[in-house]
């Protein structure tokens, strides 16, 4: 029972809106300047059939580039590559650093355990170094 009055009371305003909008035929623009307007812009930007024909003919997908275009490609390319090399260089750079750092790290440690355990005599002469 409260299913069906959930139901009905979900349905009744959706019937009652297409009711009132049955009504409305369409959604009109008033004639006027208003159109005026409209055609003023859709001239600017629609251009004839002619026009259109020849912008496709005059550069096709085959077509040779001209030297401006290769050259202005090509000097994009290099700019990227240019990018990627200093990226690879910061990274190459910064694992290199963290490698010494690392080694360095591990070396005292087992310097300091040696020491400690008596691997080996704590006179500098007798010390081992890399």
């Known amino acids: 029972m409260a299913r069906t009055h959930t139901v009905l009371l979900t349905l009744l305003p959706t019937v009652l809106i297409l009711i009132v909008l049955a ?11 208003d ?3 409209q055609t003023g812009a859709s001239k600017r930007v629609f251009m004839p059939a002619s026009d259109a024909s020849n912008f496709f003919k005059r550069r096709g997908r085959r077509s040779p580039r001209t030297y ?15 990018r990627l090399e200093e990226q690879n260089n910061e990274q190459e750079n910064y694992l290199e650093e963290e490698r010494d750092e690392q080694y360095e790290r591990t070396r005292e440690k087992n310097q300091q355990w040696r020491e ?15």
Not at 116 to 130: A, D, E, I, L
Request: proline share 5%.
């Open 23 to 33: 009504g409305v035929e369409s959604a009109a623009v008033k004639a006027g300047k």
């Open 35 to 37: 159109t005026e307007a």
């Open 68 to 82: 401006e275009e290769y050259y202005a490609e090509q000097r994009v390319k290099m700019a990227t590559n240019e």
């Open 116 to 130: 400690f355990h008596g691997q080996y005599p704590r006179y500098p002469h007798h010390r081992y170094y890399v």
